[in-house]
């Protein structure tokens, strides 16, 4: 599957962004699919995963509660909308596909995903 994300950009902190992550293939509902980011000089952190079906979300504490994850399966489409937006929020978000059963654990280390979009920047002013 390749993946696409976007939506990225420069917001004030407070702000909102919807960060998108377009998927190719007839396969799409077969994956766990999650976002990361990662920092300048830092290691990429996991954000938050949905499972195939939507009907399980997992987040990094940091975001719990203000980054809602969801997903289109009929248009291969994962999303992660982002609301009270820090400064420490700043980052190049990553969208990641794990081909999982449908019953298995969401995924939180970057090991376990299989493919991976381009990224995509956000920018946070204080």
């Known amino acids: 599957v390749q993946l696409q994300a976007s939506g990225g950009g420069l917001v004030q902190a407070g702000g909102s962004l919807r960060l998108s992550c377009a998927a190719s293939?007839?396969?799409?509902?077969?994956?766990?699919m999650g976002w990361f980011r990662q920092a300048p000089g830092k290691e990429r952190e996991f954000v938050a995963a949905i499972s195939r079906s939507g009907g399980r979300t997992t987040y990094e504490d940091s975001v719990k509660g203000r980054f809602p994850i969801s997903r289109d399966n009929a248009k291969n489409a994962v999303y992660l909308q982002m609301n009270s937006l820090k400064p420490e929020d700043a980052a190049t978000y990553y969208c990641?596909?794990?081909?999982?059963?449908?019953?298995?654990?969401?995924?939180?280390?970057?090991?376990?995903?299989?493919?991976w979009g381009q990224g995509t920047l956000v920018t946070v002013s204080s």
């Open positions: 293939g007839r396969a799409f509902s077969r994956y766990h």
């Open positions: 990641a596909a794990d081909w999982a059963i449908s019953s298995a654990p969401l995924a939180d280390t970057t090991s376990q995903y299989d493919y």
